[in-house]
């Protein structure tokens, strides 16, 4: 499989006294939905800025389709690369939610016709075309992170970075968005998508689970492979999914809800 982005022994420190990261070695590739924990303050957001080039390493590198990112290429590469943060302010720069999301386009010369399809066809699917003609000041935080991400996907970035971009949506929000990604995931298999996350019971989701304690990768793998290294996740300070726990407890093989209920009935323990 190819690689969209990859960190070659990358360190990096906001303060000599105090490295965030040190020697960090790590690739995403492409088509791939990546999910990254991790408690606060241990570098997950520090390394989404270091694949967007908000920040460069202080040694290493980091590299986009094989290429560093330089500040040269920047431009360029920032144009396939798509991250939402967790705070929707400051994401936007037209007056109605419609102009923000066209503004995107607008910069990569896509005709008017062309324009109104795309923002349409992408309110649609993220479920914002009742907002298309508001004012982004006027909508509530999860309504401007709808948007905002709405934006983002319109200009159908080779990789989707979420840094808690869904912190702020309320369960049925958060229920929908799923949904959504699930549509664009479908219409561009080839977009990798990396969620930088703190929703457990979103675990079985990923393709693969990356687990982070103070700038190093401790656990890198399937949901299968978490069942085996809860240890991992419990020193880091992550609590499992309940379910991942009394499976684990019980030593049977479920990750999630139903595989759960299925090998209770097999053990003959549901009446
Ligand atoms: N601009 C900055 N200047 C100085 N230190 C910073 C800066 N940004 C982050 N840090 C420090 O770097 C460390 C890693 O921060 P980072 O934001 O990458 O953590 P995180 O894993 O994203 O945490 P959270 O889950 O809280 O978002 C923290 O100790 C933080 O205090
Ligand atoms: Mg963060």
Known sequence: MTN????????YYYDKEKVILKDLSLAFEVSKYYGIYGANGTGKSTIAKLMTGLLFPKKGKVLFKGERIKKDNLSLIRKQIGIVFQNPDNQFVGATVEEDIAFGLENRQVSSQEMHRIVSEY???MQITDLLKKDPEALSGGQKQKCAICGILA?????LILDEATSMLDPSSKKEFKKSLGEIRKKYPLMSIISITHEIEDMSDFDEIILLDEGNIVFQGGI???????DAFKKSGIHLPIVIELAKELNIQAINKTELIDQLCLLNLKK
Do not use: F, H, Q, R
Request: proline fraction near 4%.
């Open 155 to 159: 200009l159908t970035p080779a990789v």
């Open 224 to 230: 299968k492979d978490v069942l085996n290294n809860i």
């Open 123 to 125: 309110a649609e699917i």
């Open 4 to 11: 969209i982005v990859e960190l070659e022994n990358v360190s």
